[in-house]
């Protein structure tokens, strides 16, 4: 069975260091987005990308983020000078949005920031 | 700004027994809702889902029900496994265009005893 994957699984980086998180969606989808969980808190939306632009993204989504799907499989979230709060798994997932809007869930990249 | 809650941040139940779990929202331009199981370190995944022109759902031992006027939908696993523990989450998808987020409930945490 197709699944979304996720690397690395999990990156320590310092406090202001840039960091790319990597993302293959499955591959016939088409919609592509990205979400963090804060430890002990709900799964937030970041970001929502298609036809190669950003959809929508939320008010997390500063001027520090940024993502791009540099070839037809991967999908990236970079961040370009990381904060302490930036520390969460974050997860990737991706739809077809025919005829469903169930998206799937990548394992996570857990981003531990010092 | 809570617009989908899980009052209930955990639940115990038997083995054999039926699992509800409870989702409330408040924003009137959600029209389909997902739930989705998750295992610590893992990314969300998905489970069943329910479009707002439907109140009920079934694949195999889940069903959903939707009550638009309480804004309230429910997930019951039936009869429930100690597989079954897991966090489980309520998601939902306002209509507002292409590539459409989720946003997430806090989360139930289910444990299935024997």
């Known amino acids: 069975e197709p699944e979304v994957t996720q690397t690395p699984s999990h990156q320590v980086t310092q406090m202001g260091q840039e960091v790319i998180l990597r993302c293959v969606p499955i591959s016939n989808h088409l919609y592509f987005y990205w979400y963090r969980q804060i430890l002990g808190q709900k799964v937030e939306f970041l970001v929502s990308f298609y036809n190669n632009e950003i959809s929508e993204k939320s008010e997390i989504f500063d001027d520090q983020f940024s993502v791009e799907r540099p070839d037809g499989s991967n999908f990236t979230l970079k961040i370009r000078s990381t904060k302490l709060e930036d520390s969460a798994m974050y997860f990737c997932a991706s739809t077809t949005y025919r005829g469903s809007y169930e998206q799937y869930f990548g394992p996570g990249t857990r981003l531990t920031v010092t | 700004d809570q617009q989908v809650k899980q009052n209930s941040p955990s639940l115990s139940v038997q083995e054999g027994r039926i699992s509800i779990l409870n989702c409330d929202y408040t924003?009137?331009?959600?029209?389909?809702f997902l739930w989705y199981k998750k295992y610590p370190a893992e990314g969300p995944t998905f489970l069943i889902s329910i479009s707002s022109i439907k109140d009920k759902n079934e694949d195999g031992r889940f069903t959903v029900f939707l009550n638009k006027s309480a804004k309230h939908l429910s997930l019951h696993i039936g009869p429930s496994q100690p597989g079954d523990s897991a966090v489980y989450f309520c998601a939902a998808r306002a209509n507002t265009g292409t590539a459409s987020k989720l946003t997430f409930g806090t989360g139930t945490r289910l444990q299935v005893t024997l």
């Open positions: 924003n009137s331009m959600f029209d389909y």
